[in-house]
């Protein structure tokens, strides 16, 4: 499967932006889904995860309640909705499938987007 994300780009603190991961070779319903983030001179962390039966999801702490991720299999998409945006929040964000476990961990990664830069300035 590949996966294009889209959508950063440059916003003021407080703002909003939305990204979007489309999936191509499979349907993204064969796939539980994330989003990880990597800030320069930071290893790449987690971010959010949905589930591929069910859409549970799951949240760092540093997003919970700002940040909103959800699938729309019919369109092949996952989305991260992103609130509230502080520039801690800064980095380029890469979406990720995994074909067993929900990805909450770099290892459980089968398949990464190529990212997209998301900047908060303040």
């Known amino acids: 499967v590949q996966l294009q994300a889209s959508g950063g780009g440059l916003v003021q603190a407080g703002g909003s932006l939305r990204l979007s991961c489309a999936t191509s070779?499979?349907?993204?319903?064969?796939?539980?889904m994330g989003w990880f983030r990597q800030s320069p001179g930071e290893e790449r962390e987690f971010v959010a995860a949905?589930?591929?039966?069910?859409?549970?999801?799951y949240y760092a702490d540093s997003v919970k309640g700002r940040f909103t991720i959800s699938r729309y299999n019919a369109r092949n998409t996952v989305y991260l909705q992103m609130n509230s945006l502080k520039p801690e929040d800064t980095a380029v964000y890469y979406c990720?499938?995994?074909?067993?476990?929900?990805?909450?961990?770099?290892?459980?990664?089968?398949?990464w987007g190529q990212g997209t830069q998301v900047t908060v300035s303040s």
């Open positions: 949905i589930t591929r039966i069910g859409g549970n999801t």
């Open positions: 990720a499938a995994a074909t067993i476990n929900t990805p909450r961990t770099e290892a459980e990664v089968n398949y």
């Open positions: 070779g499979r349907t993204v319903s064969n796939y539980q």
